[in-house]
């Protein structure tokens, strides 16, 4: 599958998608600054989300709209004021993709409903990407689905069944360049709470395209997963955790980014094919196996035995495993010290 110029799948790199979330800090310069920052890192695309407080909750500060677990990055204010720090204005949507094209990077972003889906359409994105928290708002997704663009879902707490359903959906509707992200729904996230070994197996499943959307520290679980057949990996991305911002805790920093880039194309690689045998590139190295060698000097009519016929290297002479058919017999005519040995020395 394609998403605008870029292939994704086995054939090609994986496609680094840097999240930049909220952690604009409600400025669109720094918004800006983060797009210039992901395309100098290599990146491929840059996301954004669109929504705003009101179409992602209640304006109410009480009850399961105050954010009271004390393990939250977020506890002590409510889901309306948290959304209203992270959102990105829609107005500024334009420039911020207009800017990402100028630099050759691709931009798109996550509709939390269908007024985001109209306005999204309208700017011509060239994809969509469902958050874990809406990969079972089965709704959405059709609606998503419908516009016949490449979707990306995450898969953060749901079920096979769950997924089954999503995934129905999404092909009944329209949608026929897929790619499921595992996911880890907690901020940051634990390798050991990462499981990417259910990577191939959403393979297995679905038929589509997978990746992963890693919120753990680091590359290295995003590496390991490209060993795993993902295609596609998101991290959320900001200038500088030091900045702050709703996200900026488990967010990448632009070296970071720039290695994540580096090491995935690595990973990706080392796949290569199931091959047995000196590559091309080893061709010369072969000279460096042991062989046998004849180390003292010796006159015709002279035996072979362990303090003279040694298994050395370079390995130009006869491979080390014919060593014991070749002791105790006499060679056939003088032979200096340094000899590869061959079939005809003993005649």
């Known amino acids: 599958m394609r998403i605008a110029n870029r292939i994704i799948g086995r054939d090609a790199p994986p496609f680094v998608i840097a999240e ?3 952690n604009h800090n409600q400025s669109l310069a720094r918004a800006l600054e983060i797009v210039e920052a992901a395309a100098k890192t290599g990146a491929h695309a840059l996301k954004i989300q669109t929504y705003t407080p009101e179409t992602m909750t209640l304006d109410l500060d009480e009850r399961e709209f ?15 004021k948290l959304y209203g720090k992270a959102y990105t204005p829609w107005d500024w949507h334009r420039p911020i993709f207009d800017r990402a094209r100028e630099l050759g990077i691709i931009a798109f972003s996550t509709p939390f409903d269908d007024t985001a889906v109209d306005f999204l359409e309208s700017l011509d994105v060239p994809c969509y990407k469902i958050a874990s928290f809406e990969n079972t708002d089965l709704p959405l997704i059709r609606r998503v689905a419908a516009t016949g663009r490449p979707l990306i879902i995450s898969t953060g707490m749901a079920t096979a069944a769950e997924l089954d359903e999503t995934v129905r959906a999404a092909r009944e509707a329209g949608c026929s360049d897929l790619v499921l992200l595992k996911c880890t729904s907690t901020y940051p996230a634990t390798a050991a709470n990462t499981n990417i070994l259910t990577i191939p197996h959403f393979k297995d499943l679905f038929g589509c395209e ?3 959307s890693d919120h753990t520290m680091g590359v290295g679980v995003s590496v390991a997963s490209v060993a795993l057949g993902a295609t596609v990996i998101e991290k959320h991305f900001t200038l500088s955790r030091a900045d702050g911002g709703v996200d900026s805790s488990f967010s990448m920093e632009p070296a970071e980014m720039a290695q994540l ?7 990706w690689q080392a796949m290569g094919q199931v091959s047995y045998g000196p590559t091309d590139a080893e061709m010369k190295s072969l000279q460096f196996r042991r062989s046998l060698y ?5 006159k015709a009519g002279e035996v072979l035995t362990v303090d ?3 298994a050395i290297r370079p390995g130009l002479g006869l491979p080390t ?5 070749f002791m105790g017999k006499k060679v056939a005519r003088d032979v200096k010290r340094g ?9």
Do not use: F, Q
């Open 20 to 22: 930049m979330s909220g």
């Open 321 to 325: 495993k014919y060593i014991s058919v």
């Open 308 to 310: 003279n016929l040694r």
């Open 339 to 347: 000899t590869a040995l061959d079939w005809d020395i003993c005649g």
């Open 261 to 267: 880039v580096v090491e995935t194309e690595r990973a």
């Open 294 to 298: 004849v180390v003292k000097d010796l």
């Open 210 to 212: 997978v990746g992963l």
């Open 66 to 80: 105050h954010i009271s677990d004390p393990k939250s990055l977020w506890t002590g204010t409510s889901l309306y």
